[in-house]
């Protein structure tokens, strides 16, 4: 039923119970399972000669942290994994990632760490839904 599945993760408790998810889901189905971060530019600036520099670049080795942790488990549950930190909006950058693997489905976190109103589908959450013209499940 699934060949691709596409993960965003930020760290954030409904993004870990997604990529937790994902995982299962590309056991059952021996899914190739792609994991992906996204530093939002749109709220921090690119990386320029400024202490937001500082900030990105902490977010980034921080994203390049999670998604290699998960792509080992990925790749130890015997699935191929691929993983990629990117800049960007990070709905549009998920929704270009999805087209451009050919996802399947596309699972991610009801929220994240940006989203205050518990209860409720995040920005990025929503933008990804209305725009993927795939299945998508939040968790």
Do not use: K, W
Not at 19 to 36: K, N, Q, T, Y
Request: proline share 4%; hydrophobic share 40%.
């Amino acid at each position: 039923m699934y060949d691709t599945i596409l993960v965003p993760i930020d760290g954030s408790d409904p993004s870990n119970r997604a990529a937790e998810h994902a995982l299962e889901l590309g056991v059952r189905f021996d899914a190739a399972v792609h994991v992906v971060n996204v530093v939002d530019t749109g709220r921090y600036g690119e990386p320029a000669l400024s202490s937001a520099e500082l900030v990105i670049d902490e977010l980034e080795d921080r994203g390049h942290d999670m998604v290699d942790t998960f792509a080992d488990r990925v790749d130890a549950a015997g699935l191929e994994a691929r993983g990629r930190v990117c800049h960007g909006d990070p709905a549009g950058e998920i929704l270009a990632l999805a087209d451009e693997v050919d996802a399947d489905l596309i699972v991610l976190g009801y929220q994240g760490h940006s989203h205050r109103l518990s209860g409720h589908l995040g920005s990025v959450a929503e933008r990804v839904v209305h725009g993927a013209g795939r299945p998508v499940l939040t968790v």
